[in-house]
C-alpha cells in the first residue's frame, strides 16, 4: 500500500474525536519519533493481559476490575468472533464483536485503567475465518479506544502449501490494513505458530503488504520456547517496528520439557520467576519509536500480581 506516515494520519483526523482520539495520539506519537534526528525517549509501561483471569469463571468486568486493583495501569481484553456460552452466560473474560464497543470503554474507564489493545488471535492463513474477525476487531478497537490490535498467522489449513499460505495471508492483512489505516489502529504480528516462529518467517509475514499500521507484538515467551536462535537479538531486529509487547515468561521446568519443541504457549509463569531476562528486554525495549506496553501473559491473579511486582522498579 502506498499510505505514508503523513496521509495515514491525515485519515485518522478524518475520524470523529470520540472515537478515535486515544489512536489518533499514538499514531502521532509513532510519526513524530520517526522524523529523522528525534530524540524522544520512549516509555515502557506495565499492562496484563486478560488471560490471567483465564481460571476465574467471572467477566469482562470483573477480569479489569481486578486488573486495576493489583495495581496495572493498562488491560489487553480478548475479543471474539460472534457468541459462546461461557462469555455470554458470565463465566469467561473474552468479549463478543458482537456487544457494544462502548462496554470496553466504560468498564476500563470505570476501572481507571487503559486499554494497550486487543487479543484478537485470528488464523491470519484462514482468510475465510479472519478476513472480517480481524476488520471488525479494528473497527471496535477504534470506537473504544484500543491502539492496537494482535494477531498471528492461526494454525494453517492441513492442505495448502507454503506459497498458498503467504498469498491467504497477503490478503487478509491487506484488507485488514485498509481498515486500520483510516482509524489509526496498529496491527500487531505475534511469533506464535509454524512460521512465524522464527525470525525470518516472522519479518516475512510482516512485510507481506507495504502499510504504516503493520507492527510487531513481540512474545518473549514464545520467541524463547521456539528455540530459533537467542530471543534477545530477535527482539533487537525487531524494535524499529514494535507496537506491542507479550511479557511473558516461562519457568525452567517449561524450558526444560518444550523448548525447541513448541512454537509458542497461551501463558506463562510470573514474570521473575523463570528464565527471561527482563531488564534486558527493557533495554532493548527503550530503543523503540514509541511509547510500548508490556502486557504480563500469565495464568493466574497470584502470578499477575508477582509479575507487576518484579516488573515495576526494573521500568522505573
Known amino acids: 500500500m502506498d499510505c505514508t506516515r503523513r496521509t495515514f494520519l491525515g485519515a485518522v483526523g478524518a475520524v470523529g474525536a470520540s472515537a478515535a482520539w486515544p489512536v489518533l495520539a499514538a499514531a502521532a506519537q509513532t510519526a513524530d ?23 476465574d469463571d467471572k467477566p469482562f468486568e470483573w477480569g479489569v476490575a481486578k486488573a486495576a486493583e493489583l495495581g496495572y495501569a493498562y488491560v489487553e481484553p480478548m475479543v471474539h468472533w460472534g457468541r459462546e456460552l461461557l462469555s455470554e452466560a458470565g463465566y469467561f473474560h473474552s468479549v463478543s464483536l458482537l456487544d457494544d464497543p462502548l462496554r470496553v470503554r466504560r ?9 494497550s489493545g486487543f487479543s484478537t488471535h485470528t488464523p491470519l492463513c484462514k482468510p475465510e475465518i479472519s478476513t472480517e474477525w480481524l476488520k471488525q476487531a479494528i473497527r471496535f478497537a477504534a470506537e473504544c479506544g484500543a491502539p492496537v490490535v494482535n494477531t498471528d498467522e492461526g494454525p494453517k489449513p492441513a492442505w495448502t502449501t507454503e506459497a498458498e499460505d503467504f498469498t491467504l495471508m497477503r490478503y487478509t492483512l491487506m484488507e485488514a490494513a485498509k481498515v486500520a489505516e483510516p482509524r489509526g489502529i496498529l496491527i500487531g504480528i505475534e511469533p506464535h505458530q509454524q512460521y512465524s516462529q522464527s525470525p525470518a518467517g516472522l519479518d516475512r509475514i510482516s512485510k507481506l503488504v507495504a502499510s504504516p499500521a503493520i507492527g510487531i507484538n513481540f512474545d518473549t515467551g514464545n520467541s524463547y520456547l521456539a528455540g530459533q536462535g537467542d530471543p534477545y537479538n530477535w527482539l533487537e531486529s525487531v524494535v524499529d517496528r514494535l507496537v506491542h509487547l507479550h511479557a511473558k515468561d516461562i519457568s525452567m521446568q517449561q524450558s526444560a520439557s518444550e523448548r525447541g519443541k513448541v512454537t509458542g504457549t497461551p501463558v506463562g509463569c510470573a514474570c521473575g520467576d523463570g528464565v527471561i531476562d527482563w531488564a534486558r528486554v527493557i533495554k532493548i525495549c527503550r530503543q523503540a519509536k514509541r511509547d510500548i506496553v508490556f502486557s504480563v501473559e500469565c495464568g493466574t491473579v497470584e502470578q499477575a500480581a508477582r509479575s507487576l511486582k518484579h516488573l515495576k522498579p526494573l521500568v522505573g
Do not use: C, D, Y
Not at 33 to 55: A, C, D, L
Not at 107 to 115: H, N, V, Y
Open 33 to 55: 519519533q520517526t522524523r529523522e534526528g528525534s530524540t524522544h525517549m520512549n516509555k515502557i509501561h506495565i499492562g496484563v493481559n486478560m488471560e490471567f483471569v483465564r481460571h
Open 107 to 115: 468498564a476500563s474507564e470505570k476501572a481507571g485503567i487503559k486499554l
